[in-house]
């Protein structure tokens, strides 16, 4: 069935070390890709996405990966910072027309100062 | 200046009510969406309408009833209010258009509990 998932419920890291937060996607046909991370009492705070006819993107101190051959997404956070701390979600869309996003199971990202 | 707002930011209320949830976008976008949040954190959309005209409507239960009065503005409507409606309720919009999709953007929750 359609399923983002995550490979990793939580990922503790040093302050200053970098982050990996993984992601599978399982619908081959989706073709957008997002992730964003949620504070404690916050909505899901957009950080960045990555289309299809890509397969890397960076942005300020993070990177998404994408590899469409074995359907796997993954956002890198350089030198990462206790405001880090929250959950991230990957998520894929469906449908060029209907925006429908399914979102994976979130992977909560604690930085040890 | 808050680009999505939903009011209330909490609810509390007994089973069998009816309640609504209020959600505005000051982002001029065209499309806006419900999503639910359990307690596990697992987000899954419900609605979501293109300038006042519904697109998505997953399997949700019809006490649940979207109304977008203008595209600026999308209310959530739930009838009859059940325990297992108690969750955090996510409103989002986003600029869709040529197909080609853009990211949403959500606004901070409405935590509703039922008692």
């Known amino acids: 069935g359609e399923s983002v998932g995550l490979h990793l419920p939580t990922l503790s890291v040093q302050e200053g070390d970098n982050s990996i937060i993984n992601c599978a996607y399982s619908n081959s046909a989706s073709d957008y890709f997002i992730w964003y991370k949620q504070e404690s ?10 289309r299809s006819n890509m397969d890397k993107r960076q942005g300020q101190r993070v990177t998404v990966l994408l590899n469409k051959t074995v359907k796997h997404l993954s956002l890198q956070i350089a030198a990462t910072q206790p405001g880090d701390s929250a959950v991230y979600f990957c998520a894929e869309d469906l449908s060029s027309n209907t925006g429908k996003l399914i979102f994976g199971q979130g992977t909560t990202l604690q930085v040890k100062p | 200046d808050t680009a999505v707002s ?110």
């Open chain 1, 41 to 50: 009492g916050k909505g899901p705070q957009f950080i960045i996405d990555i």
């Open chain 2, 6 to 115: 939903q009011t209330p930011k909490y609810l509390v209320t007994q089973m069998g009510n009816d309640k609504s949830i209020k959600c505005e976008q000051n982002l001029g976008h065209d499309t806006m969406y419900w999503y639910k949040q359990d307690s596990k954190k697992f987000l899954k959309i419900m609605f979501s309408y293109n300038n006042k005209e519904l697109i998505i409507n997953e399997t949700v239960p019809n006490r649940f009833s979207p109304k977008s009065p203008d595209k600026a503005h999308l209310n959530l409507h739930i009838n009859s209010l059940e325990l297992g409606d108690s969750a955090v309720y996510f409103c989002a919009s986003s600029q869709e258009g040529r197909g080609i999709q853009q990211p949403q953007h959500f606004g901070d929750g409405t935590r509703l509990s039922i008692l």
